[in-house]
């Protein structure tokens, strides 16, 4: 079983930054495609980046393109999602999820895509 975790989650006053990590226990992601979700109450699960895992694809949908930016640190055991500028509807709870190269490497904003999940990390944007 694949021990991930997010974290980095809180309360943040509009138009503030936050840091969200997904790290990995034991093994390295650098074989996966990562990807990053928020749900908000009442709402469906929505994909807001993800990244290949040869690095060379990142997708953002239009609601968090140039405010939100996924990355890997150097030792492959952290993905990153740096989230900027935000706003009071960004407030949800953010999973990360993977997928091993060898199911498809590609890069996916599908949730059905995603064989293993974290426990998610609330992020909270209000004043």
């Known amino acids: 079983q694949l021990q991930f975790v997010e974290s980095g989650g809180g309360l943040v006053q509009p138009g503030g930054s936050l840091r969200l990590s997904c790290s990995a226990s034991?093994?390295?992601?650098?074989?996966?495609?990562i990807g990053w979700f928020r749900q908000a109450p009442g709402k469906e699960r929505e994909g807001v980046a993800c990244?290949?895992?040869?690095?060379?694809?990142?997708y953002y949908p239009d609601s968090v393109k140039g405010r939100f930016t996924i990355s890997r640190d150097n030792a492959k055991i952290t993905v990153y999602l740096q989230m900027s500028s935000l706003k009071p509807e960004d407030t949800a709870v953010y999973y990360c999820?993977?997928?091993?190269?060898?199911?498809?490497?590609?890069?996916?904003?599908?949730?059905?895509?995603?064989?293993?999940w974290g426990q998610g990390t609330q992020v909270t944007v209000s004043s």
């Open positions: 034991g093994f390295s992601l650098d074989d996966y495609a």
């Open positions: 999820a993977l997928r091993h190269r060898w199911y498809g490497g590609t890069c996916s904003g599908y949730t059905d895509d995603y064989p293993y």
């Open positions: 990244i290949s895992s040869s690095d060379r694809v990142r």
